[in-house]
T-cell receptor
Framework: NAGVTQTPKFQVLKTGQSMTLQCAQD?????MYWYRQDPGMGLRLIYY???????DKGEVPNGYNVSRLNKREFSLRLESAAPSQTSVYFC?????????????FGPGTRLTVT | AQSVTQLGSHVSVSEGALVLLRCNYS??????LFWYVQYPNQGLQLLLK??????LVKGINGFEAEFKKSETSFHLTKPSAHMSDAAEYFC?????????????FGTGTKLQVIP
């Protein structure tokens, strides 16, 4: 049982390049999330998906797009990377959206945009 | 709107000493509160959570936290620090409900354990 997996672990992009961060969970969870973590700012939600086929914006969605490919996979795309998107990105999943459900986090992707 | 404040971005304790990590929250309704731990190069892991009922909550690895409404606090404690406790700890707050409810994370406290 791998839990939440993310690829890649590290990535360096040049300004204007695009890339997709991949996330998969094997816990049969309905809800999935993308966060970014910046020093001194805690975690901020980028997008979430309540269930397969639905996605919604979080606190900081600008510059990102997401796809809930199926129940297991939730990808995050940067269409035109900017230095402000240098961050550590975490994917998480939970059984449901309700706040009584624990979120399980992946190991993160460290992205640097030069 | 809710918020959470963690006092002290870095805390150092000696091995075997008491661990106390401070968290104060602000919420217009009774909140749910969480403590997460993040080990180096890993994702966050839930340590414990308070929803309703008993105000003293026990979590994994010997940690516990007490919800004090009068002080709007949810401090994390452990009687005796171990080297393996060195990590970053995040307090988080949300409002109970179905459907998505925003989870607000604190800025984190890095715990250093000195041998």
């Amino acid at each position: 049982n791998a839990g939440v997996t993310q690829t890649p672990k590290f990535q360096v992009l040049k300004t204007g390049q695009s890339m997709t961060l991949q996330c998969a969970q094997d816990m049969n969870h309905n809800s999935m999330y993308w966060y970014r973590q910046d020093p001194g700012m805690g975690l901020r939600l980028i997008y979430y998906s309540a269930s397969e086929g639905t996605t919604d914006k979080g606190e900081v969605p600008n510059g990102y797009n997401v796809s809930r490919l199926n129940k297991r996979e939730f990808s995050l795309r940067l269409e035109s990377a900017a230095p402000s998107q240098t961050s550590v990105y975490f994917c998480a999943s939970s059984e449901g959206l309700a706040t009584l459900y624990e979120q399980y986090f992946g190991p993160g992707t460290r992205l640097t945009v030069t | 709107a809710q918020s959470v404040t963690q006092l002290g971005s870095h805390v150092s304790v000696s091995e075997g000493a008491l661990v106390l990590l401070r968290c104060n929250y602000s919420s217009s309704v009774p909140p749910y509160l969480f403590w997460y731990v993040q080990y180096p190069n890993q994702g966050l892991q839930l340590l414990l959570k308070y929803t309703t009922g008993a105000t003293l909550v026990k979590g994994i690895n010997g940690f516990e936290a007490e919800f004090k409404k009068s002080e709007t606090s949810f401090h994390l404690t452990k009687p005796s620090a171990h080297m393996s406790d060195a990590a970053e700890y995040f307090c988080a707050v949300t409002i109970p409900g179905w459907g998505y409810q925003k989870v607000t994370f604190g800025t984190g406290t890095k715990l250093q354990v000195i041998p």
